[in-house]
């Protein structure tokens, strides 16, 4: 460790910086031919008309800090704003004694070089955004590294703000969460633009578990809908741990989110979940990995689809099952409610195992909402624009309560009412789908 | 004019007509048993006055208080007075019934009026206690995983909320062990008075000596054949169908069950 309050980056950071540059040139623009990308817009070439984000004006920081409200109590937490920290609250004194890490990563280069150099993207991406990681790798300065120590359990979550605001600008936000042998600890991402602009948001969250640890992730996408979004969230479950991730797609002209799980421990477990809510013409791509690399290891992911007008929604997910992965239990299950005849959701649920001592399932189903359970809610005489929210809403609450943390449940449950509420506004007259319409046409949607 | 007058009512599903020309009156105030053979559209009759999108009305009219209300959405039937109790009620899942309730209730307040809180929860733990329902009732989602006597207490705590001045009560008594029969029916006693009128649809006349009627209705083939006071339902029991069908001139072929047509 090294005791210098330099903030300037490291020789060896700013090495790895120049790599993943020359990595990014080399790597070729996944296209829809990648199987990787399959039923995602063409990608967009266009990353250069994008500005490394530049800090924002005083006007903006107050807006952006008095936004970023959790609602519940934590142990810590922090706001960023294009690229700058705005504020940021440190774990107590009880904690920092027993040795936890909370430190925005330009404080932590400085202080941490070793648990940077040994885990910051330690975890290979390999769902088809390899060249995203790299410009991810290539530009981040800012974010949370998050170190628990062994035994040590934090039982109020700890959160981080990201806000991205202005014309073309790019942010890179990055959470490391490090989470030693039989610690807890819960953290959740809220990614958040101010005003309307087009924006590029390339976003990374490792997650490290430990050996009989736990782990519970909120990574909360709601950018506006003129920006386009890569969330790349990488798992790794040692031994009898356990991951609990929800990944949220509010916002976003075109988010992606990769999501990956290595159990790599025995008896590890992972609870994947995912939760979108789509309108006018967003486009959330999901690809999922459950990587089963070691015996008696346990994944379900839930992810749950809500698209309304002509939103799209792709998963893509596999259940790969090593040959050492004996009496693996792995469950994969996506389901799409479609508000609209234009909504899609395209579903590409997959299993490839390599023993046959496992018990796994995968299943996607799409429809509408049930004729008959509408009937019945307009029968009590509520309206129907309002039976089909509570429908949609009721839709969504399955994931909530497999996702079960209360407190950041009920941050969420206002979060997506407010974008039912963004939705209905929407839907008030056909000038306002117009000129939804002619925004999109200036904005090709499809991911970057 | 406080009743709901049905005029010669013709409905069909799939094409097929299965309401013949049905007259019936049902005064605010009373209780009314329409009971019939399977087959016969009694449920159907539950659900064209409810609005339900898969059958249509081909002639007639269904009056409530003097307004013809087949032109009107399902809801604004229902924020007019009617509430169907259901024979298979829908479950709801991730809706709990607190939040269902409340939003019947809201959409039954004038623009901008908001629920007291306190009062609605007061008031919907009394009629749930009334009804032998857990109060933990109010955080399940609605009808999700519940039995069927818990489906039934949850219509009738539904009705007990809303306060109709019109309900039909379709099959209420089906699925019911004697226990759940007795509570459910107590939960409609209670309800009954000058300011309900209510339409209880069943195959069965075990259900009526819960809840007594003041008329009867006999229903074969989409038109009421035949009304009497309640111990024609007794005579039904004693006697089966099959006399009532001749004496009104038609034949002893019962068509598929209602639940077919559902």
């Known amino acids: 460790m090294t005791t210098s309050t330099d903030n300037a980056p490291a020789q060896w950071w700013l090495q790895c910086q120049r790599a993943a540059a020359a990595r990014f040139a080399a790597l070729p623009m996944p296209g829809r031919q990648d199987p990787n990308w399959r039923f995602a817009g063409a990608p967009d070439a266009d990353l250069a008309s994008y500005q490394p984000a530049a800090g924002l004006g005083e006007a903006e920081r107050e807006q952006a800090l008095a936004a970023s409200d959790n609602a519940f109590a934590t142990a810590g937490g922090a706001v960023f704003g294009n690229e700058q920290l705005l504020s940021f609250t440190a774990a107590d004194d009880a904690l920092a004694k027993q040795g936890v890490i909370f430190e925005p990563l330009t404080v932590a280069l400085a202080r941490h070089p070793d648990l940077l150099q040994k885990h910051f993207m330690s975890q290979p991406v390999a769902l088809g955004s390899e060249k995203f990681a790299a410009l991810h790798r290539a530009n981040c300065n800012h974010g949370i590294l998050l170190y628990v120590p062994a035994k040590v359990r934090i039982t109020l979550p700890l959160t981080a703000w990201h806000w991205l605001a202005g014309d073309r600008q790019a942010v890179f936000p990055h959470t490391l969460i490090i989470a030693e042998a039989g610690s807890e600890v819960t953290f959740a991402d809220f990614y958040r633009s101010l005003g309307t602009a087009p924006g590029l948001a390339v976003s990374v969250t490792d997650l490290l578990v430990g050996a009989g640890a736990r782990v519970t992730y909120l990574g909360c996408q709601d950018w506006n809908e003129q920006v386009r979004s890569c969330h790349l969230n990488a798992i790794s479950v040692g031994r009898d741990a356990g991951a609990k991730t929800l990944n949220c797609n509010l916002g976003g002209a075109s988010a992606r989110v990769e999501s990956h799980s290595r159990l790599t421990g025995v008896g590890a477990r992972s609870e994947m979940l995912g939760l979108s809510v789509g309108h006018g013409a967003q486009e959330f791509d999901q690809r999922t990995r459950q990587d089963h690399r070691a015996p008696r290891t346990w994944s379900d992911l839930l992810y749950k689809n809500i698209l309304n007008h002509r939103a799209k929604a792709v998963f893509a997910g596999l259940i790969k099952v090593a040959p050492g992965a004996p009496q693996t239990d792995a469950y994969q299950t996506n389901r799409n409610l479609l508000l609209s005849d234009e909504a899609e959701a395209d579903s590409m649920p997959g299993l490839e195992i390599a023993n046959d001592d496992v018990k796994c399932s995968h299943g996607a189903t799409t429809g509408q909402i049930d004729p008959e359970a509408l009937f019945y809610l307009l029968q009590r005489g509520i309206p129907r624009h309002e039976a089909d929210y509570l429908l949609a809403v009721g839709f969504t609450e399955e994931v909530l309560a497999r996702f079960g943390h209360d407190p950041i449940n009920t941050r969420l449950r206002a979060m997506i009412a407010d974008k039912f509420r963004r939705g209905k506004r929407r839907q008030v007259g056909p000038a306002d789908d117009a000129a939804a319409g002619s925004a999109n046409a200036r904005h090709p949607q499809h991911p970057v | ?262």
């Open chain 2, 1 to 262: 004019m406080s009743r709901i007058e049905i005029r010669n009512l013709h409905a069909s599903v799939a094409g097929r007509e299965i309401l013949q020309g049905l007259n019936l009156v049902l005064p605010w105030g009373e209780v009314h048993a329409l009971m019939g053979p399977n087959g016969s559209g009694k449920s159907t009759l539950s659900k064209v006055m409810a609005g339900h999108p898969d059958y249509a009305v081909t002639a007639g009219e269904v009056l409530l208080d003097g307004e013809n209300i087949l032109a009107m959405e399902p809801d604004e039937r229902a924020r007019k007075g009617l509430f169907m109790a259901f024979q298979y009620p829908s479950e709801i899942p991730g809706v709990t019934i607190a939040n269902f309730i409340r939003a019947a209730l809201q959409a039954r307040l004038p623009e901008g009026g908001e629920l007291d809180a306190v009062e609605f929860y007061q008031t919907l733990y009394q009629k749930m206690d009334e009804l032998e329902m857990d109060r933990a009732f109010t955080a399940r989602a609605v009808n999700d995983g519940f039995s069927g006597g818990e489906k039934k207490r949850n219509e009738i705590l539904q009705m007990a909320m809303l306060n109709p001045a019109y309900a039909v009560l379709d099959e209420t008594d089906s699925g019911l062990d004697i226990d759940a029969l007795r509570i459910v029916a107590d939960g409609v006693n209670r309800l009954r008075g000058p300011h309900l009128g209510a339409l209880v649809i069943t195959h069965y006349q075990r259900l009526l000596n819960y809840i007594v009627p003041d008329h009867v209705h006999v229903m074969v083939q989409g038109r009421i054949v035949r009304s009497g006071g309640k111990e024609l339902a007794l005579e039904l029991e004693a006697r089966g169908y099959d006399w009532i069908i001749k004496e009104a001139g038609l034949t002893v072929t019962p068509e598929p069950a209602d639940g077919a047509a559902r």
